[in-house]
């Protein structure tokens, strides 16, 4: 007997009761023939898709073969005694690099900055505080020319890997994880964007070539502010929001379900505008952290607070908004407005106190109201299936069947692929 679901009443996001920091969506499901009236999130509509939306299809977005090679997790070092670090026992000293270097100019040849999510979140410039060995590919053989810097990784990397499975003892004086293609990707840039894995503030920002970047960090080999216009926007942010996975209700930013699914405007590596604004916007924020003394992470906060009216963050919304409409118009929908709001991610409990005692921040946001923002949603959802089906009639989906650059491996969704439990009829 095949049975016929249809979902008539749900709620997209609420705040679950209790202590739990968890964010769910509650859904009514009716069994058969649903004539009544379809409420989502309590206003009437005429259709409910699988992502409760009111418009829009139901299949999940498709991984498009144009955004593959073009982003990815960088190193997994995986061994705190290649690095030197002041704040760890388990590295060797920012003083003692100095001096090896001071003796012996070559070890500079493979000691490089070492960057993490942290850090880029947190410093006004973006600045790193730690430095690592890297020896890159180079065989055990060919690290005798950095004698020093061998005898470092042999004493403090050896004895903790020597008993871990495969190239982790068979090649110990190497990183656990080393991206080839994305290396290969970015080296004839002069810098790259990259975004920190697990946070809450959405930032982008542009980092130097030549350092190693940490894995709670996603890289793009990408230089220009167009990039940087782009995946800033508003666009793309509730692209990543809706599409990612979440620590309680943080974003971790999944390059496969985030970036490689996103459908950019046509013809958005050559757009003047999305370039003049995207430059606008970096240079002025990146001034203002300075001022400020403030990071990413400080700054985005005020960005978001209702009760912030300093004029240099007011300005900085204005200019948000201004990247948006750049964005909306390189898609060619310019009938959808950029007004924001202030709008709280999901609804608290009045009076609700931290672990600490003090009063709970609310979890405001200034963003576009939940109309726009599913409509945004929904369109891109039906272009991302408009350029997968493109790039399939094209033939390309058959020179790459799965993808590559230090990504999982992983086949195109099949084209019939929904979200839906099966034998659920979505109205």
Known sequence: MVQNYVWYMPHARLKWPGLAAVVVSVVYVFNGDYQGVKLLDGRVVDLISAFLFKSGGNRNPAVLLANTNKSFIDSIVLGMG????????????????????EQNPKNQERIFPYIGGEEVNSSPTHAHDRYVINFGEISEAETQEYLDLYAIVKEKVF??????????????????????????????????????RISNAYGFTFLPKGMVYNEKIVIFAFQSNRAFCLLQSRMHEIWTRFFSSTLK???????????????????WEINPTLEAIGKEYYEYRAALMVRNNQGLTDTYNRFHDPDEYDPEILKLREL????????LDAYGWSDIPTD????LDYEEEEDTENSSGRQKKKPWRYRWREEIHD???????????????AEILGGKAADKSERKGGQTKRKRKNENERVTIPGMKVD
Not at 184 to 196: D, F, G
Not at 251 to 267: K, M
Not at 340 to 343: E, G
Request: charged share 25%; hydrophobic share 35%; proline share 6%.
């Open 320 to 327: 948000h908004t201004a990247m948006d409409k750049a964005v």
């Open 82 to 101: 290649f690095t030197f670090d002041d704040s760890n026992s388990e590295a060797t000293s920012i003083a003692e690099m100095h001096r090896l270097i």
């Open 340 to 343: 924001c709001d202030f709008i």
């Open 159 to 196: 004895p903790e890997r020597k008993n871990k499975p495969g190239s982790y003892s068979c090649q110990w004086w190497l990183f656990g994880r080393r991206n080839q293609e994305g290396n290969k990707a970015i080296t004839p840039l002069e810098r790259v964007l990259a975004i920190s």
């Open 249 to 267: 209700d943080d974003l971790q930013y999944t390059p496969s379900n985030c970036f490689e699914t996103f459908p950019f405007p046509e013809n």
């Open 375 to 389: 409509e945004v949603l929904a369109r891109l959802l039906d272009l991302n299936q408009q350029r997968a089906e």
